[in-house]
Every structure is written in C-alpha cells, then in structure tokens.
C-alpha cells in the first residue's frame, strides 16, 4: 500500500537524488495510490482501451504546469496516483509529481531504444522496444528488478489484466505473460506481423496486423476469429460493450461484433486512420491524415460530426463526458464540444502533438515534440 | 545522377567537383589563391563555366506551405506550380504521416536552359537533370520544359524528397542519433518516383530490359550501379512490389524503423521479417514472373528487325537517300560527345562506319544536340535540319550534306528552345515545336525564304513532334489538349495548314507521340504506349483525311483554352488503326524510308540503337486491326488548376535575404605549425545569387600573440549577371615555411577585387587586382621587408574536356596568365608572372586517349616568388613540391587505358565494388630553376588509378627517374642518366 505521506516532506527531494536501476540503477516510489481514479496504468487506461472519463471540464482550462523531459517523449504517459510516468524515444524513463511537475528522477536504459511502461500494482512494467530481456517487471514497494524477460522485437504496447501481461510481437506471436515470475505461459502465432496494441474484454483479446487481418483469441490465445481490411492496421482496437472499433490505414472505421467478427458497420473516411479511437456513451471519436476529427454514432457508425484543424491527427483522443481532447501536427491541442464538434479550447505548442493524452485526478496530459509535457486543470475547483 | 535517359530527378548533389567545375569555382578558387598569395593549384584552375545570360527579375508567391521564386514571364505557369504544390502538400502529408514544419522554398524555371542558370548550386547541371532538392536551405529547383504534367512529375517527386528528408531528420532527433547514414539512395529515389508518379511506361521498359537482359542488380549489390539512373527505376521497382505485396504502409515502416540500425539490410530485416537476400529473392522472382510470360506475346527488338547501330547511345534517324544509296543519319554519344553521323543503310551484317557530321559538345555552336529530346530530318536535297543550344538559346540549323557545312542558322527572338524540326515536302518550310520564354510549348512553322516565323497555337497546352503530310495540307503532332490530357496523356491530332484548324487524330487515355507520314501518305506511323510499353501504331489514311464535323458544344466557354474548333475524324473503321511492334521494352522514333521500311529506335541491353524493320508495310497488312478510339463528345476541354484566388497567397518582388549555408570550426596541431583554430562562415540568398565567406583564424602559439595572429578574410561574390565579380579584404599574419623561404613570418592585410566573364560555356576570361601591405621577415636571415604590393593578373582559359572515370580523355584545356607584381610604396618587389598550362587528350579509341600537357610558369623580377613542382601532379617520382625556382616548365606524355573494369569484393557484412581501374604509361621532363637551367629531370613508368567512392582518385605510380645534364644533346638517349632503382609513389588526385 502507499505509504508516501510518512515521506511526504523529504520524500519528494530524496527522490530527485535517488539512481535507477533496471539493470544499473534504483528507482523507488513507494507512494503509489490504489484508487483507480488517480491511476491511467496503461496505454488508453483500461485493458478495453477505453480512454474515457467521467469529468466535466471548465474552459479554458488553467496551466497547471509545463516541463522539458531531457529527450523525445514516447506515445504513452501513464499516471500513478500522485506521479506521471514515461518513456522516451531512446530508452529512458522519466517522472514528475503530478501536482507541481517536480522531477522524481530518470532511469536511463542506455539502450538507446524506445521504452514504454505501465502498471500493475505493485510493479512497474516498462518494455523496450528490442533487446535482450526487454520486457521489466520492477517492484516498487521492494524497489527491486523482479524479472526480466526476452520476448521479441514489440512495436506495440503492453496490455496489463488481471495478472498478465499481453504482448503482440513484430514476428507475429501473441504472447501472455505471467507478471508474478515473467513467464510466458502461452503463444499464439500469426504469418503477419503485428505493428499495433491488443485489447481485451470480456477474455476476448483483439489485434490487428500489417496486413490488416483483425484478429481475436481467447484467454488462452487461441484463435477464434479474423476479420479483413484494406490495409495494414496500427492502431489498437477499443472494446465497448461486446463491440470492437478500430479503424484502418484503408481508410475505413470498422466496428465488429467481439465474438463472431462480423462486421456490423464501416464509414470510409477521406484520410488514413493510424490511431486508435476513443469511446464514450454513444459516441466514438478518432482522427485521420486529413487534418480531421470524426465523431460516430456507435451504433449506426453515421458522421455525427467533423472538426478539420490545420495538418494531421497527430494522436489517440481522450474523452470526457463532454469534451474531445486531441492532438494535431500542427502543434495544437484541441478541446472539442463532444456533441457538436465546436472548439471550446486550444493550446498551441512548439512542437507536434503526437502523445496521446491522459487525465487523471483532474489534470489533463499530453506531451509535444519539443520533448515538452503539459499539464493543465480541468476544473478549476 | 542520370546519364542517358531523360529527367532525372536528384535528391542530393552527388557531383564530382573536380570534374564539372563551374565559374563559380574559378572566383573562389581566385580568391582562395590570391588570399593565400599562392600560385594557383594546378588541379583546379580549369573548368567549363556556367552562363547566366538572363537577368530574371524574381519575384515570390507566398501561399499556405510554399515560397515559391518565378519571373513574370512565368507566372501563369508558376501559379499552376502553386497549386499543384499546394495538393500535393496534402497527399505527401497523408502518406507520411507528417508535415513539414518549415515553409519549403520552390524556385521554378520556365525552360531547362533557364534552369542551367541556377546558382543554387554552384555545379554545371547536365541536361539530364529533371530537378534537385538541396540541403543547404531547403531548396526544391524545378524547370519546366513545355510539358505541364511532367512539371507537375517533378515538382512531387522533389516534395517526397522534402518529406522525406523531415521525416527521417525527426525521427534521428526524436532517438538522439547523430551520426547516421540515412536511407540508401535507391530507397529515396526509388520512393520520390513511386510517389510521384507510380508506374510509368518509361520504368516499365528499364525493368523489363534489365529482368529479361539478365542485368537486374539485387539489392545486395545495387550499390555497384549507385548513383546510376538504373538504380533509380530498381528502386521504383522495389516500392511498387514492396506496396503491392505487403502494402503501402510498409513503406512508411521502413522509414519509421531507420532509427533501429546503420544497416539498412538490417532495418528490411525488422520490418518485413526476412533478411535482404530473400527479399531480394521474392522481389526479382516476383519480376521474373511477371515479365518472362511476355515473351510469348512480345519480342526482343534485335531478334525480329536488323540492328543498323552498336555502339553508345543511337538515336533519332533520319532517312536520307542520296542518289542510289540510302543513308540514316542518328546523334550518337558513342565517343562520349553527341555527334551527329552520317552512315550507309546496309544489312545488319556489314557493319558500317559512320561519319561525323556535326561534332556537339565541344564549341559554343553545339553545346548540346539534345540527344534524347529532339530529332532530326533530311530532305530530298539532302539538306539536314536540327537544333543545336547555342549559348543561350537554340539555334535551328541547316547542313548540307553534300558540301559538309552549315548554310543556315536561326535564332528566334521569343523561342529559348526548340524541338524535332521537320521538312516540309518542298523544302520550304520547316516546323517543329518551341519553347517560349514563359515555358509554353506550341508548334511553329519557319518560311525558310521569307524568314518568317508562324506560330500556329498559343495557348498553355504542349504540342510537340509536328510531321507534314506528303501533300503539305496536314501537320500530324502530338498534344496534351485532348480531354485526357489532364492525366498527363498525349494524344494525336491534324492541324490543317489551309484552313487551320485542329482535329482529333486518337483519344484515348494512353500516350500517342512522334507520328510520321509515310511517303505515299498512306499511314502515319506513331510510337504508343496503349499496351504499357511504346511501340509503333499504324493508322491508315489511305491517302486522303476526310472529316466529320461534329456540332459545335453550346457552352463554347469550354473551349475558352483552345485556339481552334474541335471535329471527329479519323474516328472511325474507315481509318483502320493497327499494332504493328510487339517489342517487349521501348521503341521510339519511327522514320519512314522510301521503300516502306521503316526505321527507328530500339532500348534493349540499357542501351538505344537504330534498327530497321524490312518491308514494314507488309507488315502493316496483316497486323490485326484495332478497336478505333471513339470520341466522347461531352468531354469537355480542360483547364490548368491555379492558385491565383485561392487560399491565402501574397506576391512581392524579391529582395535577398542571407542566411546561413555552412558554419564549421577546425582546430589543428602541427609539429611545426602549432595549434590553429578558427571558423568558416558562407551565407548566401536564397536564389544563390549573392555569397559572402568570413573567415576567421589564430595561429598565436603564446599569449602575446594572440592579437597580431588573427587571420580574418571576408569576401563577397555576386554571381547574379554574367560577369561574376568577388571583392573582399584580408588580414593574415603568422609564421610560414617553404623550402625556398624557410622561415617567415608575414602580415598581408588589404583588398582584391577579381572577376570572371565567360565568353561561351567553354571559355572565359578572367582578371583580378590585389592590393595589400605586406610586412615580411625571413627568420633565417634577419631581414625585414616592407611593401605596398600590387598584383594584376589576367587570364584566358578554355576547357572542353570530356572526362573519364580518373581525368580527361578528350578535349583541350587551356589556362594562359599574365601578372605583374609590384612595391608601389618602396620598389622592393617587382615581378612579372607568365603561366602556360596546356593541355590536349588524343583519343586513340573510346576508352583509350594520349595526354599532352605542355606546361611553364615564370615569375621575372625583384623578389619574384618561386613555384614548387615534384610530386604525382606533375614531375612524378620526385617528392611533392621539392623543386622550386621563379620559373619552371614541364613536358607529360601519358598514355591512359583501362586496366579493369570491374571488380567486386564481397564479405560477410557487405560488399566493396570497384569499377574503371585504369592504367598510364607516362613520360615526364621538366624542372625548376632560378637564373639559369642547368638540368633537366624526368621520369617515365607505368601506373594505376582507381576511383573511389565516386570523389577520390588513388594513384600509384612506379618508375624510375633520369637527368639530363647536357641540354644541347637532348635528342641523345646516352645522355641520359638514369636511376637504377625504381620509384613508387601512391598519392590522390585527378589525371592531368
């Protein structure tokens, strides 16, 4: 459990001091909050790949706080409670605490290779891209290496449920992990090579692939179904409700039946879509290489509307209740009435927006490429 | 960089400096030499110069991502840019999947001889080069050349280069690698092609050459063809496989995944999950699939017509028949230069040898006979027509074949350049198609007596390829105009020289180019490429042109583009169209004999020859009839998409902004020198126009010196007119040695101005005027001079070499100084300066030539400064720069052949190639001397040079030296005294 507010007043400037170690060094938060409302413990929050959250929010929103990381920001910032967690495009990772955006250390591979990481309580699970014993499993409490293990070359991400890690790997194998001992219990195997994130509900996992086959296994990876598209796919699937949405590089946004694949809708769309979209209510929202936001009735998959900004859909959305968070190329992140598209909000940056954001507690993330993260107040009570 | 074909896109400059050495090297050069009061360096004081004759006065269009740089001449053309820059902004970004964060600059040319005055590089730009994309500041150089849709070709294949280049720059930033070799040049080239224009008739016929010639280069080894315009079609070939097999994204991925090794074998490797020797093995074999079942439907060129030409490049016949013989004349680059010959018509067999008539590339009269782009023709008084740049325009000339002579030539006023001129059947007119100043394209007919020009189209659509019908009513030509013309297609049309006006001739969505009437007017034969590959179509006209009008559309607005009406004609079974070649790579240029055979050219083997095809109308009988091409009568005519309105855009004149193009910092240590350290600065505008070099050196070796060691050196150079003016001043100070000086030490600080006017791309003349205060002290001997030295030099150089792969091989080079030095303050010094530098090649055979350089250099006066020689440039076997003296000649005979042409080595983890090892048998005699020559040293042997990395040349030579003491008897081979042992010397460098 998180026992940080015994460390509360010289906890925070030990930690600036502490080394890491993933291999080398220590790194050490024992101050982790359970409550799910503080954690976004994985790529797009839940196993489901949600990102959806309950909020409301207040525009314009307030600048909480802005810092440099010492190098590229990678896709995925998670939250642990009262910290934000990333990694970098060449093999480190760094952390702030949340409130004030004070530096709780850097870990730094020496890999030179693109790390991710998420959470499972009480580890940390970061993943580099390649290398041996790329996948990490680090005790928090114990601050300690608890295993490592080598599992392949991953462009992806990995998903945490329950007690397993699931990894779908550039070769073509699904792997599941167990996160107590970071052995690989089971293996499924693909002809094509897997570029995107799996999700999982309901003990169904889904994953596209470069050749744009969807596919879907059980809890104990075998097969039960694929579903094709135009083109390669390398966004992660969002499961809603016996549902999956996912759209392709064809240019076309899918929903498909979770446990027979069949397709119960598609709207082709003008641009490619590479990211994965965002659910909430009756609403699905996603961008593409056309400059534009589309929102989709679920069921039906109509446009219910479109917000065109100046270049590409540089990320995955965020939702909330009543709002649209997205990130663009042309170094601008928009907040967007989630019902009729209107901008309430904008943040221009000095670098592309291309980390999808997060929000927890009542903070809002997302990062640019100027290696900067922001941090901004939903609500100002 | 292309060689042969036509439009080559480059991406980066991959040229050899010391081969194409521009005016813009000369003034550098100058003032490099004049800084360092050095006599000049005998590698570099050559080189062929770059002409801007035109003074464009430049403006720029600002819309949403672009600057783009353009004269008024061109604007509706460079609005057409505009837009099409726009669009493809938009498609380039989808596909990577990024965008460029800086505006990018495009700098448009409204014809290729405008572009070949570009200073934006500092480089001659052969006419191959389609466009280039440059680092230095973001630069895409795009010219027009009358064709809208291969401009638009070449504008996206730049922009993938743009993409490209910001796409790979962020992801080394965003993984913090810093030395890294980027993606292989076949990967981009063959990317910016696939992106720009897919799979195009012209890649079609290199690959199919190459899978079924067997002369296909795996990946594993393409960077034995690097850099080669087969390279740049494999590498379409590889993205048009890699996209139709594993997808488009792929492509993306491999980009994306550069971070992950040096080795790009290695990042095939993690993208497609196979090594590169089995995607290798995929890829070809997916070619040989695809291209062997040809064979069965489509033959070589050379197994089913006679082969007339073997060697080099052969293209662009034209029939000639004098009195009983029959004779074909072609341009050539068989000798390197393009030539135009003469050749009997014989049998394949015999083989014949073909005559120069018109020797190109070497005087200002032929600078270019545009090998791949315009053709030929002869009338029946044997009088040869074609076009020729010369200086800066084209000029249309006329040979008499019998006399061997040019009687005619013809510069027009409005016309840059010009294309394919025929004969009317009298002779008395001319056509062919003209490139305006503004970039505009249209056919034009010359009255050879009255000298009038006639200009018979004026609007933005190109037409090109004009031939008379035997009867002078009809202009059968070639022309984007017709409804698919948008797409980048050329269809067939009449123009009626009585009535004038334009009918359709074919429609369709293919390309239909170079028609030729048949002697009795009863075909027109014309190149197609309806079946993915050019060959020649027949459509019979059976001797008469009967047209069908058609009603007149009721939006006549459509037609707004368009100088004539429109009428169906030969649109029908009456005027049966037929397939007649079934080559399976390209064929071009048919040229009708009189005995209806037909002639034309033929790719096979990378190479184009002329062949005959015997009794081609016979085979025009049985080759199956087509299906006629049919008339959408609601097409309408088309119309150039323009900026102009939309959007946000703003014009303004253009005013040069600076800024930076190279910074770097240098420290060095010298055993005898001491540590250095300084920078180096150029800035230039955008159009390259304007250039200013700052540098700044210490040579202090303790801190009392650090103030009097500064060594600073500005200069400005205006390349923006004709004449090339550079104006600077100096401080140098600080310790120098020379074996003739010893120890000095030696302030100059002052001022030159220098300047470069060339007379023709091949000759120039130059002058330069230095003055400065010079405080020299010879340590060795305690003495200290002061003066206010005065340096005039002029000179006149010439260079119409043509280089090999280690030096020339052909041609003159040229470079004749005169100077004076002098102490206008104190008289102390007092010079004169003579430099003869000549050198002519002899070429004995195609790779084998005789160098002669006849050589001296003299500096007559009061402290005349000495020059060095010895060494591998010039006296070899002696050590570099070992003799000196105020004056020194020398005499070379070398003997240059290939030694091996190609060798490979291959390890484990990649591969060297090495291509064009050469040899040399040389004779060397010369020496250096001050007052009087008592001796002469030389040496003779044999050497090798070898070229690396495309820059540098090995030399290794071995030999022995000799003396010769008694100069009276220099005939007498006893006299001579020679070494017993012998020398080797290994140093780099060009052949003389």
């Known amino acids: 459990m998180i026992r940080l507010n015994k460390f509360k007043y010289f906890a925070y400037p030990m930690l600036v001091c502490i080394s890491v170690q993933f291999g080398c060094s220590k790194f050490r938060l024992k101050s982790v909050s359970g409550s799910a409302e503080g954690i976004w413990p994985q790529l797009y929050k839940t196993a489901a790949r949600s990102s959806c959250d309950t909020l409301t929010c207040s525009f314009p929103l307030k600048a909480q706080w802005q810092n440099r990381a010492s190098s590229a920001i990678g896709p995925t910032i998670i939250a642990l409670d009262h910290y934000v967690l990333f990694g970098t495009l060449d093999g480190s990772l760094e952390g702030y605490t949340l409130e004030k955006g004070e530096s709780i250390g850097k870990i730094n591979i020496r890999s030179k290779v693109p790390i991710t990481c998420a959470y499972l309580e009480p580890y940390l699970i970061a993943l580099r891209r390649t290398g041996k014993g790329n996948l990490i499993c680090y005790d928090l409490h114990q601050a300690e290496t608890r295993w490592s293990a080598s599992v392949g070359i991953i462009f992806g991400e990995p998903l945490i449920h329950d007690s397993w890690i699931f990894l779908a790997a550039a070769d073509g194998r699904i792997l599941r992990v167990r996160t107590a001992d970071g052995q690989i219990s089971r293996r499924a195997r693909s002809q094509a090579r897997f570029l995107a994130s799996p999700a999982l509900l309901n003990d169904v996992l889904v994953v ?156 809002l993330l997302f990062a640019a490429e100027n290696d900067y993260v922001y941090c901004f107040k939903l609500n100002a009570w | 960089m292309k060689k042969y074909l036509p439009k080559m896109r480059i991406m980066k400059v991959r040229h050899d400096i010391f081969r194409i050495l521009s005016r813009f090297n000369a003034v550098a050069v100058t003032v490099v030499c004049l800084l360092a009061a050095q006599s000049a360096l005998g590698q570099f004081y050559f080189g062929r110069n770059k002409v801007i004759y035109n003074h464009f006065e430049w403006h720029v269009l600002q819309t949403e991502h672009f600057d783009i740089y353009f004269y008024p001449q061109m604007r509706a053309l460079a609005e057409i840019g505009a837009s099409y820059a726009e669009e493809s902004y938009l498609v380039l970004e989808a596909k990577f999947n990024h965008n460029v964060s800086q505006r990018i600059p495009l700098i448009f040319y409204a014809t290729h001889s405008h572009f070949q005055e570009t200073n934006t590089l500092p480089y001659l730009i052969p006419e191959g080069v389609g466009g280039f994309f440059e680092f230095l500041k973001g630069r895409v150089v795009v010219p027009a050349d009358g064709s809208v849709s291969d401009f638009k070709h070449v504008l996206r294949h730049e922009l993938v280069h743009v993409f490209t280049y910001a796409k790979i720059q962020r992801i080394m930033k965003d993984h913090r690698i810093l030395n890294h070799p980027g993606l292989p040049l076949w990967f ?370 459509q037609f707004s583009y368009l100088s004539s009406s429109y009428f169906a004609t030969a649109l029908s079974e009456h005027y049966p169209l037929r397939q007649v070649t079934f080559f399976i790579t390209g064929v071009s240029d048919p040229e009708w004999t009189n005995e209806g055979d037909l002639l034309f050219s033929a790719f096979e083997n990378f190479s184009f020859n002329i062949h005959r095809f015997n009794d081609f109308t016979e085979e025009i009988k049985i080759a199956p009839v087509a299906e006629n091409d049919t008339l959408d009568h609601t097409h309408s005519s088309w119309a150039f998409k323009t900026i102009d309105g939309k959007g946000s855009t703003k014009q303004f004149k253009y005013r040069p902004k600076f800024s930076l193009d190279i910074a770097q910092s240098q420290i060095t240590q010298d055993p005898i020198f001491g540590t250095s350290g300084g920078a180096q600065l150029v800035v230039s505008d955008m159009l390259g126009n304007y250039q200013y070099y700052f540098l700044l050196y210490n040579n202090a070796r303790t801190r009392d010196e650090f103030l009097s060691s500064f060594n600073v050196a500005v200069s400005r150079v205006d390349l923006s007119r004709r004449t090339n003016i550079a104006v600077g001043a100096y401080h140098f100070a600080g310790r120098y040695y020379n074996r003739y000086d010893y120890w000095f030490w030696e302030r100059r600080y002052g001022g030159y101005t220098a300047l470069s006017y060339p007379l023709s ?80 090649y002899f070429r004995l055979s195609n ?30 076997g002696y050590r570099l720069w070992r003799l000196w003296g105020t004056k020194l000649a020398l005499v070379s005979n070398e003997l240059r052949f290939p030694f091996i042409d190609r060798f490979s080595l291959k390890f484990p983890f990649g591969g060297l190639a090495f291509s064009s090892i050469r040899g040399a048998v040389f004779l060397d005699v010369g020496n250096a001397w001050d007052d009087e020559l008592e001796n002469m040293l030389g040496s003779m042997g044999f050497g090798i040079r070898f070229r690396f990395g495309g820059m540098l040349v090995l030399r290794f030579d071995v030999g022995r030296k000799f003396e010769l003491t008694d100069l009276n008897h220099f005939y007498d081979y006893q006299k001579y005294d020679v070494d017993d042992k012998w020398f080797t010397q290994f140093f780099f460098g060009w052949d003389f």
Not at chain 1, 325 to 351: C, E, P
Not at chain 2, 258 to 268: A, K
Not at chain 2, 851 to 871: C, D, H, S, Y
């Open chain 2, 188 to 557: 981009t080239e063959g990317i910016a092609e696939y992106w720009s224009s897919g799979w195009d008739t012209q890649a079609e016929m290199v690959i199919r050459d190459a899978v079924i010639n067997d002369y296909l280069f795996p990946l594993e080894r393409i960077y034995e063809i690097e850099g080669s315009f087969l390279m740049y079609k494999e590498g379409q070939a590889v993205m048009k496989y890699i996209a139709e097999t594993y997808g488009e994204d792929k492509i993306l991925q491999l980009m994306e995944n550069i971070w992950m090794s040096n080795q790009f074998s290695e990042i095939i490797k993690y993208t497609f999950g196979i090594d590169l020797k089995e995607f290798d093995q995929r890829w070809i074999y997916a070619l040989k699939k695809d291209k062997y079942p040809l064979l069965a439907d489509y033959d070589a060129a050379g197994r089913v017509s006679d082969k007339i030409t073997r060697k080099g490049f052969n293209i662009k016949p034209a029939y000639y028949q004098q009195a009983d013989s029959q004779q074909i004349v072609f341009i050539s680059n068989r000798t390197g230069y393009s030539n135009i010959y003469l050749a009997p018509l014989l049998d394949e067999d015999d083989n014949p040898e073909a005559e120069i008539l018109v020797a190109g590339e070497r005087t200002s009269d032929f600078e270019s006979l545009h090998l791949l782009n315009s053709n030929l023709d002869v009338n029946a008084n044997g009088e040869l027509v074609f076009v020729a740049k010369s200086g800066e325009k084209d000029v249309l000339y006329i040979y008499n074949i019998k006399k061997r002579a040019v009687v005619e030539q013809h510069l027009f006023d409005d016309l840059v350049s010009m294309y394919s001129p025929q004969w009317s059947p009298d002779g008395r007119h001319i056509t062919f198609a003209g490139l305006a100043f503004s970039g505009r394209r249209d056919i034009y007919i010359f009255h050879r007596q009255s000298k009038q020009l006639l200009r018979l189209m004026d609007d933005a659509y190109d037409d090109r390829d004009p031939s008379f019908s035997p009867d002078g009513r009809w202009l059968a030509f070639s022309s984007d105009r017709g409804a698919f013309g948008k797409d980048g297609y050329y269809n067939l049309f009449l123009y009626d020289c009585i009535d004038n006006r334009i009918f359709y001739l074919t429609h369709g969505a293919f390309s239909d180019q170079m028609p030729k009437w048949s002697f009795d007017g009863e075909y027109i034969a014309f190149v197609s490429d309806r079946d993915g590959i050019n060959n020649i179509w027949v459509l019979q006209t059976n001797g008469t042109m009967a047209l069908q009008p058609l009603p007149q559309p009721s939006d006549s607005s």
């Open chain 1, 208 to 363: 596209g692939d470069d050749q744009g086959v969807v596919s879907a296994f059980d809890a104990s990876l075998e097969p039960l179904w694929q579903f094709e598209t135009g083109a390669s796919i390398r966004a992660t699937p969002v499961l809603d409700e016996g549902r999956i949405y996912i759209g392709s590089t064809d240019g076309v946004f899918y929903c498909l039946d979770l446990l027979s694949g069949e397709s119960l809708w598609q709207t082709p769309v003008e641009g490619r879509i590479f990211h994965t979209a965002a659910v909430c209510d009756e609403k699905i929202v996603f961008g593409a290489t056309d400059h534009t936001v589309y929102c989709l009735d679920r069921r039906s998959g109509k446009i219910q509307w479109t917000f065109k900004s100046k270049s590409v859909i540089g990320t995955s959305p965020v939702l909330t209740k009543d709002t649209a968070f997205i990130g663009s190329l042309d170094k601008t992140f928009y907040a967007l009435d989630l019902n009729t598209g209107a901008q309430k909000w904008k943040f221009t940056a000095k670098g592309r927006i291309r980390s999808n954001p997060i929000i927890t507690h009542n903070y």
């Open chain 2, 761 to 840: 791309k091949f000759t120039r003349v130059e002058a330069s005027l230095n003055v400065r205060h010079s405080d020299k002290e010879w340590y060795y001997t305690s003495y200290r001079r002061k003066a206010m030295l005065v340096s005039n030099f002029f000179s006149f150089v010439r260079d119409n070499s043509l280089w090999g792969p280690t030096g020339p091989l052909d041609g003159t080079r040229i470079n004749i100084t005169l100077g004076n030095t002098l102490d206008i303050a104190h008289a102390r010094v007092n010079f004169a300066t003579v430099i003869f530098d000549y050198r002519r």
């Open chain 2, 847 to 876: 790779p084998v030539a005789h160098a002669v350089r006849l050589w001296t250099q003299i500096n007559e006066g009061k402290e005349a400064t000495p020059f060095f020689m010895g060494g591998s440039w010039d006296l070899r």
